[in-house]
């Protein structure tokens, strides 16, 4: 039972234009929302969260939306760049779950020069 | 300052055979959080150790894995005897619960190959 879904397993778009990346979850007691970038080889890597209060949240490049009346959130990055691609995995958080994170299958996200 | 580091990088055994897995956490970091990411599907939680206390070992397979904190600082994953079904990348992760909450920053993965 996946209870956070990216149901596109890959994107691809141009450089400087913008990548959209999608997420649905079925958990109503998620509280809390995160973007992490995974790059080959590595770990995955913090990018930006939002919590369940808000709709919507902005650091640089890199934007999240939260709609909680349909479960879904999104990741929107403007302009993207070749660095940006990764495989972006979304994550949930439920408040009294002690931080445990439920992530879901992820989307590589190719960013074409 | 130092990320989390896991070692080894890479283990291939074969079935029956016991591995060991070690992470070391930020400094400081009292929360420290087992993941596997199985054949490229979702990245799935199996314990969350607060010091050297298991909070929650929701996520563990079975028996056959048993995880360690020992004067809460680094970690050990024991898979004994391990199946085939244990292949895949095995991340560590560790957050500090003064700072951002659910931040968690992860270690570079023990990708664990049974043969």
């Known amino acids: 039972d996946q209870q956070v879904k990216q149901n596109s397993p890959s994107l691809s778009v141009q450089e400087g234009r913008i990548s959209i990346l999608n997420c649905d979850y079925t958990n109503s007691m998620f509280d809390y929302f995160l973007w992490y970038k995974k790059y080959p080889a590595e770990g995955p890597t913090f990018l930006i969260s939002?919590?369940?209060?808000?709709d919507k949240n902005e650091d640089g490049r890199f934007t999240v939306f939260l709609n909680k009346s349909a479960k879904h959130l999104s990741l929107h990055i403007v302009p993207s760049q070749p660095g940006d691609s990764a495989v972006y995995f979304c994550a949930a958080s439920a408040k009294g779950g002690g931080n445990k994170l439920t992530f879901g299958t992820g989307t590589q996200l190719k960013v074409e020069l | 300052e130092a990320g989390v580091t896991q070692f080894p990088s890479h283990s291939v055994i074969e079935k029956g055979q016991t591995v060991t897995l070690r992470c070391d956490p930020i400094?400081?970091?009292?929360?420290l959080y087992w993941y596997r990411r199985v054949m490229g599907k979702e990245i799935k939680f199996l314990l969350h150790?607060?010091?050297?206390?298991?909070?929650?070992e929701s996520g563990m397979p079975n028996n056959r894995f048993l995880a360690e904190r020992t004067g809460g600082t680094y970690s050990t994953l024991k898979v004994q005897p391990a199946e085939l079904e244990d292949s895949g990348v095995y991340f560590c992760?560790?957050?500090?619960?003064?700072?951002?909450?659910?931040?968690?920053?992860f270690g570079p993965g023990t990708r664990l190959t049974v043969t």
């Open positions: 992760a560790s957050s500090n619960p003064l700072s951002a909450h659910y931040e968690q920053y």
């Open positions: 939002i919590s369940s209060i808000k």
């Open positions: 400094s400081g970091h009292d929360n």
């Open positions: 150790f607060v010091k050297e206390s298991k909070q929650d």
